[in-house]
């Protein structure tokens, strides 16, 4: 039976240390697996060199870092799970009391006030979470997603924090608002509605 020289095993280990896998268990796993598949093609009569190329073309026939993509995913499956039960449950609560305090307001119904801030409070939570979020898989987007991603957040949190600052008589609520509408108006909104124009054009 053929056994590979330590110089071979190197190799293979240079090799899915190369194409970006970082975690020790994956690699010794990976390297595991592609030890016994070239070994077992190399005692058929391949050689090195076929038998290399055959085993990652059939282990890990999209790249290695798809299963460090997976890999990753399942570690931080419960992680991301709960960061999207605060984001969607912040995000409801925003829109609810931000909505319902306006109504309050118009009506000039007690308590208006409490809930609006209550509101831009919620707010400034989700806007903080899903920059975090975002900021993880920025590479996996293209330049005007993330420019469109960060006006949306930046804009949002300058209009909950002026509206909060507003309500409690600080100074530079005003600008905070108005830097925000800027960035919401004139940066935000049109990369929003040139990309869903993009898309229905990409239907057709």
Same mark, same amino acid.
């Given at each position: 039976?053929?056994? *590979?020289?330590? &110089?071979?095993?190197? #190799? !293979?280990?240079?090799? =899915?240390?190369?194409d970006g896998v970082t975690n020790r268990d994956l690699q010794?796993?990976?390297?595991d697996h592609y030890c016994c598949f070239i070994e077992e093609e190399m005692n058929i009569g391949s050689?090195?060199?076929v038998a290399y190329i055959a085993a990652f073309n059939a282990i890990t026939p999209n790249? =290695? @870092?798809? !299963?460090?993509e997976e890999l990753f995913f399942l570690l931080t499956f419960k992680t991301?799970? #709960?960061?999207?039960? !605060? =984001?969607?449950?912040?995000?409801? *609560?925003?829109?609810?009391l931000i909505s319902t305090? *306006?109504?309050? &307001?118009?009506? @000039? %119904?007690p308590f208006g006030n409490e809930i609006l801030f209550g509101g831009f409070c919620a707010l400034i939570i989700t806007s903080v979470s899903l920059s975090v979020n975002a900021v993880k898989y920025m590479k996996n987007h293209s330049a005007a997603y993330n420019i469109r991603t960060a006006s949306g957040f930046i804009s949002a949190f300058l209009i909950s924090a002026g509206s909060l600052f507003k309500m409690l008589y600080y100074p530079g609520a005003n600008l905070q608002i108005i830097t925000g509408m800027t960035i919401l108006s004139f940066v935000f909104i049109p $990369? $929003?509605? %040139? @990309?869903?124009?993009?898309?229905? =054009?990409?239907? &057709?």
């Open positions: 039976m053929v056994q *590979l020289s330590d &110089k071979q095993v190197d #190799n !293979i280990l240079q090799r =899915i240390v190369a010794n796993g990976l390297l050689t090195f060199d790249g =290695i @870092h798809e !299963i460090q991301q799970t #709960n960061m999207k039960r !605060i =984001i969607y449950g912040s995000g409801f *609560l925003a829109a609810f305090g *306006l109504m309050f &307001k118009t009506v @000039h %119904w $990369l $929003l509605f %040139w @990309h869903m124009y993009k898309q229905a =054009i990409a239907v &057709k």
